[in-house]
Structures are given as structure tokens and as C-alpha cells.
């Protein structure tokens, strides 16, 4: 698996348009090196990083990096103050030192600043209670597993995060999901190639490592909602099934714009394939439906030459 801030970076030196976002597993970065990270991607992106926050739940990576799996609530108490030190040092023009229940920084400074300011935006997918509460307090951006396809349920799941981050902390937040792209020109081709990749060519042991991994260190939900999931996760990482033909798929994201979803995260089976289906026949079927904004390519950012010495005048590299 490829290291996602070295790879965000050279994604956003290859593109101009697109937000580029990284996760971060926070037991695993040192926070002052994890926000000059994410800095510099936002500063050679000129301004579209988006950081995903993880608490730590992934135990053999934990051990990896001789770093403890902490009691599933208190592993939000470290992450909440790994957030708070990135934050300031993005922030905060002089040196400061900081000393918290887990982690001590001393003449804490990071030059230059990320473009986007007070910070770069947060995104967290806090399934528990606590990570519920986490994310509502802390990101930008919720991002939540859809476990049913009745609107009424996706619906008041996506207000209780919602109501909860504006009742509990006073603070707007946006919804996001993941959806599995399953394209074809017909129903029944479509329901045909779900079946191929679900069945006939499932990786039972993966699928089998990966519900124990979940079941017994992320509690991202009950025991037996996790064995209804499984096919889900076969389908691809747990999305919600965007199955059928472009005019199929594209009702299924209105069906999520009206639950209020602000934005999905897509996965394919085959990228290539895929990407070339939705591009040429979703997006258009969107645009048109007002699911999504036309694309009108506005200045492009600029070069990173240009954006450093802009970037080297808030003060020297440290």
C-alpha cells in the first residue's frame, strides 16, 4: 500500500482541479510531522488538500509501527489532541509548547502555512458513539457507512449526525458515503457482473480476515449487522450499490442527494472500465439533474514554482 502523503503530493503536482485527500492513521505519524506533511501537499495542490483523520483501530499496522492499541474511547481522546497540535502549528505564527495527556511538543512550529487557513479541511468516519461524537466536534466532513437502502433510515441517520454536531457543539458539518459502481448498459448485465465478482470470484479468505480485523478492534457496529455487511464488502469496501444502467445509477445518487448525503466516495471493480462508463454516461445524467455542478475549468492553480516563494514569505522552512 502506497504512503498517502507522498502519494497525495504527486497527485496534486499531476492535477489542477480536483481536491486530493490522504488518510492518516494518527498513532502512526507524529503530529508535528503529520501537519508539515499536509502543508506541503496543500501548498503544491495550491489549496485543494483534504485530510482524513483515523483514531487507530488496525492492529497488525499498530504493531508495525510499535505503536499501542489503545481502549477504543480513549483512542478519540489521543486523536483529539493529535488534531489540536496540527491545528496550531497550521495556525499559530510563533513557536508554542504543549503538553497533554498523551503527547508533549516543545517549541512547536511548522513554516510555511498550509493556503487553506485556519486549517486544512477534516474529514473523520467515527461509526461508534464516541467516534460519532468525535467527528460531529471535530471534521468537516462525516463520513458514514450506509448499512440500509430505505430512505427513511438513511435519512434519519443522516440528521442524527447532523442534529448532534449543531445541538452538542454548534457546527454545520457535511455527510459523505462510499458507493460501489457496478455499470452496465442493461439491468440484467449489471446483476449478472454483480453476481460474477460476489460469488463466483469472491476472495473468501480476504473477506473472512477482514470482518475478524473489524469485529474485534474497529466496533464500527454490532456483531450481527457486521455479517449482513459482508456481502457488501465483497461488493466493494461496504458502498452503498450504485447497480444497473447510467440512468439506474444516476436515480440511486439523487435517491442519496434527497437523504442528504453532500458527497460519495467511489469505488469500481475494474477502475479503468469504470471511470471511462461514468464519465461518459453518469456525470452528463447528473449535470443535467442538477446532482452535480458543470465543470467549467476556471484558472488553473498555480505552478508550484510559483506557489512557494508566495508560500517561503510567510517566514522560513521549519
Not at 2 to 20: C, D, Y
Not at 115 to 135: E, H, K
Not at 142 to 167: G, H, L, W
Request: glycine content about 8%.
Amino acid at each position: 500500500m502506497l504512503e498517502p502523503f507522498t502519494f497525495a503530493a504527486g497527485i496534486a503536482q499531476a492535477t489542477r482541479h480536483a481536491a486530493v485527500f490522504a488518510t492518516s492513521h494518527a498513532p502512526t505519524v507524529h503530529p508535528v510531522m503529520a501537519a508539515k506533511m499536509a502543508s506541503t501537499v496543500d501548498i503544491i495542490s495550491g489549496g485543494r488538500f483534504v485530510l482524513n483523520v483515523v483514531g487507530g483501530w488496525n492492529k497488525p499496522e499498530l504493531e508495525m509501527f510499535g505503536a499501542p492499541l489503545r481502549e477504543h474511547d480513549q483512542r478519540y481522546e489521543y486523536l483529539a489532541e493529535w488534531l489540536k497540535i496540527m491545528e496550531r502549528l497550521w495556525a499559530d505564527p510563533n513557536e508554542f509548547d504543549f503538553h497533554g495527556e498523551f503527547l508533549s511538543i516543545n517549541r512547536g512550529s511548522s513554516m510555511p502555512k498550509p493556503l487553506q487557513q485556519p486549517r486544512i479541511p477534516i474529514m473523520n468516519a467515527g461509526g461508534s458513539d464516541r467516534g460519532r461524537s468525535f467527528a460531529c466536534e471535530h471534521a468537516d466532513m462525516c463520513f458514514i457507512i450506509i448499512k440500509s437502502e430505505d430512505p427513511e433510515k438513511i435519512r434519519a441517520e443522516v440528521q442524527s449526525y447532523r442534529s448532534e454536531a449543531r445541538d452538542r457543539f454548534g457546527r454545520e458539518i457535511g455527510i459523505w458515503t462510499i458507493g460501489s459502481v457496478i455499470q452496465r448498459d442493461t439491468v440484467e448485465e449489471a446483476e449478472a457482473y454483480l453476481r460474477h465478482v460476489t460469488i463466483d470470484q469472491q476472495d473468501v479468505r480476504v473477506a473472512d480476515a477482514w470482518m475478524e480485523l473489524q469485529l474485534e478492534h474497529a466496533q464500527l457496529m454490532a456483531p450481527e449487522k457486521m455479517a449482513a455487511f459482508r456481502r457488501r464488502f465483497v461488493e466493494g469496501a461496504g458502498g452503498f450499490p450504485l447497480v444497473g444502467t447510467a440512468d439506474d445509477i444516476c436515480e440511486r445518487f439523487d435517491l442519496l442527494a434527497d437523504c442528504g448525503i453532500d458527497g460519495v466516495l467511489l469505488t469500481w471493480v475494474d477502475y479503468i472500465d469504470g471511470l471511462n462508463r461514468f464519465v461518459a454516461d453518469v456525470l452528463p445524467q447528473m449535470e443535467a439533474a442538477g446532482l452535480r455542478a458543470p465543470f467549467h475549468p476556471t484558472i488553473p492553480s498555480a505552478p508550484v514554482a510559483d506557489i512557494f516563494p508566495s508560500a517561503i514569505r510567510q517566514g522560513e522552512f521549519s
